[in-house]
C-alpha cells in the first residue's frame, strides 16, 4: 500500500526524490560514477579497490544515502532506523555490480538485478536477515526513484531513427505478443499481477517493462523477481542460437536485424546477437529494440489507467475520475514526465552529456530494491512447484514471440 505522511504519499515523494536528482545532475553537481568492469582478478584490486575509485563508490553512497533518508522522512519513516542498515545494503548492491561487471558475465546478459536478488536471497535464506537491516529494505521505493530516473532514458525522437518500417514492426510486435501472452495467462489461471508483467516483459524491453509494470500495479516484489529471472534466463540462449537460426534460414542482415531487435528481450543481448551477424543486422536490430524501449512510457501510463479502473470496478466502486487519480500511480507521471524533458526539452548535447551520470545512478538503485527484495524473499516462495506454470506460459508467449516477428521482419524488411 502506498504510504502517506503529512499529506505526501510516497508515488510523489518518488517523484519528487527523481526530479531532485535530475535536476542536480543537469546543474552540473558532480556525481562520481564508478567503474564496475573487469576481466581478471588483478583488475578488482588493481582498479575497482583503487583508492580513487573506492573513493567514488564512498561519495556515490553518501549522495543516495541522503536521497533515500530524506525520501525515507518524507515518507514518515525514522531516518535514523533507514541509515543505520543501509550502509550494509549499499556494499551489497556494490558487490552485485562488481560481479555484473566481469566481461564473461556481460557477454551472457546477467545483468546486477539479478545478482543483487542472488546476493539477498542467499542471506535471507542461509543466514537470515536481522531487525535492524529490515528498516532499511525498502524495495518498492528504491525501485520508483529507479524508474523515475528511467525514464530519462526513453528517448521518443529515437522512434525517428528507426524509420516507418521500425515503428510499424515494433508497434504490432508489442499489441500482438502483450494480448496474445496476456491471452494465455488467463486460459492457464495466472492471477492478473503475474500476467501483466509477464506480457510486458516479453512484448516490450524484458526487465524494464517488468519493473515499470510491476510498480504500476503495485505488484508483489516476488512475482517481479520471478518475471525477471525467466526473462534474463531465456535471453541468454537466444542471444547465441538466433544468429545461427538466421543464417540457416538464409536470412539477410536487414531481416535478421529486425528479428533480433524485435524479439530478443534486453538491450544488451540485442547489441550482443546483432554484432555476432555484421554491421548492418546490429544497426537494425539496435533501431528495433530502441522504438520498442520507447513505446514503455506509453505502456506504463496505460497499463496505470487500466488497472485504476478494473480495481475499481472489482471493489463494485464507479470509476469516477478522481477515483481513477487517487488510485493512479503517481510516480508514472514522473517517469513520462522524465522522458518528455530529455526528449523534447533539453539540447542533445545535454542529454549525450549527463545520460551516463544518470544511468549510474538509476544502476544504484535498481540494486539497492533487488537486493532489499531478495532479502525480504524466501527462496523456496520463489520457485515453488506452483510457479512452474508461468514459465510454460512464459516460454509459450517467447516462442509466440519470435514466429511473428519474424513474419513482419520478412515482409517489412526483406
Known amino acids: 500500500m502506498t504510504q502517506k505522511t503529512k499529506g505526501i504519499s510516497e508515488d510523489w515523494v518518488v517523484v519528487i526524490t527523481g526530479f531532485l536528482l535530475i535536476g542536480a545532475v543537469l546543474a552540473g553537481f558532480s556525481f562520481p560514477s564508478p567503474g564496475f568492469k573487469w576481466d581478471h582478478f588483478s583488475e578488482i584490486t588493481g582498479n575497482i579497490l583503487s583508492r580513487e ?57 546477467l545483468e546486477t538485478v539479478i545478482f543483487g536478488l542472488a546476493i539477498g536471497l542467499l542471506i535471507n535464506n542461509v543466514l537470515g536477515v536481522p531487525e535492524w537491516l529490515k528498516e532499511s529494505l525498502q524495495s518498492e521505493l528504491f525501485v520508483k526513484i529507479g ?6 532514458s526513453i528517448i521518443f525522437s529515437e522512434i525517428l531513427r528507426a524509420g516507418m518500417l521500425g515503428l510499424v514492426q515494433a508497434l504490432v510486435v508489442v499489441i500482438s505478443v502483450w494480448y496474445f501472452a496476456f491471452w494465455l495467462c488467463k486460459r492457464t489461471g495466472i492471477d492478473r499481477e503475474m500476467s501483466m508483467m509477464i506480457s510486458s516483459a516479453v512484448s516490450i524491453c524484458g526487465v524494464s517493462a517488468a519493473i515499470a509494470t ?31 537460426m538466421a543464417n540457416w534460414m538464409g ?9 533480433l531487435g ?37 505502456a506504463a501510463f496505460a497499463i496505470s489507467i487500466y488497472w485504476s479502473v478494473s480495481q475499481a470496478q472489482q471493489t463494485a466502486e464507479k470509476p469516477t475520475l478522481k477515483l481513477i487519480w487517487d488510485r493512479f500511480p503517481k510516480f508514472v507521471i514522473g517517469f ?37 527484495i ?17 514459465l510454460f506460459v512464459f516460454l509459450g508467449a517467447q516462442a509466440f514471440n519470435i514466429v511473428i516477428t519474424l513474419v513482419m521482419a520478412l515482409l517489412l524488411f526483406r
Open 53 to 109: 575509485n573506492l573513493f567514488r563508490v564512498l561519495v556515490q553512497a553518501g549522495l543516495v544515502g541522503a536521497a533515500g533518508t530524506f525520501a525515507a522522512f518524507l515518507t514518515g519513516k525514522k531516518p535514523l532506523r533507514f541509515l543505520a542498515g543501509f550502509g550494509v545494503l549499499f556494499a551489497l548492491s556494490v558487490l552485485a555490480q562488481i560481479l555484473a561487471g566481469n566481461t564473461v558475465v556481460q557477454e551472457y546478459n
Open 147 to 152: 524508474l523515475v530516473l528511467l525514464g530519462t
Open 214 to 244: 510491476s510498480g504500476a500495479i503495485k505488484g508483489d516484489s516476488k512475482k517481479l523477481s520471478y518475471v525477471i529471472s525467466m526473462v534474463l534466463i531465456t535471453a541468454v540462449p537466444m542471444m547465441i542460437f538466433m544468429p545461427y
Open 251 to 259: 536470412l539477410s542482415q536487414a531481416v535478421t536485424g529486425a528479428w
Open 262 to 298: 524485435g524479439s530478443i528481450d534486453t538491450t544488451g543481448a540485442v547489441v550482443a546477437s546483432g554484432s555476432m551477424v555484421g554491421e548492418e543486422a546490429l544497426e537494425i536490430s539496435t533501431i528495433i529494440k530502441f522504438s520498442q524501449n520507447v513505446l514503455l512510457g506509453l
Open 336 to 372: 513520462v514526465a522524465a522522458s518528455l524533458l530529455f526528449s523534447f526539452a533539453l539540447p542533445g548535447e545535454k542529454v549525450a552529456e549527463v545520460k551516463s551520470v544518470i544511468k549510474s545512478i538509476q544502476g544504484v538503485w535498481f540494486a539497492l530494491a533487488f537486493v532489499s
Open 374 to 390: 531478495g532479502l525480504e524473499t524466501n527462496f523456496k516462495e520463489l520457485f515453488a512447484h506452483s510457479n512452474k506454470k508461468p
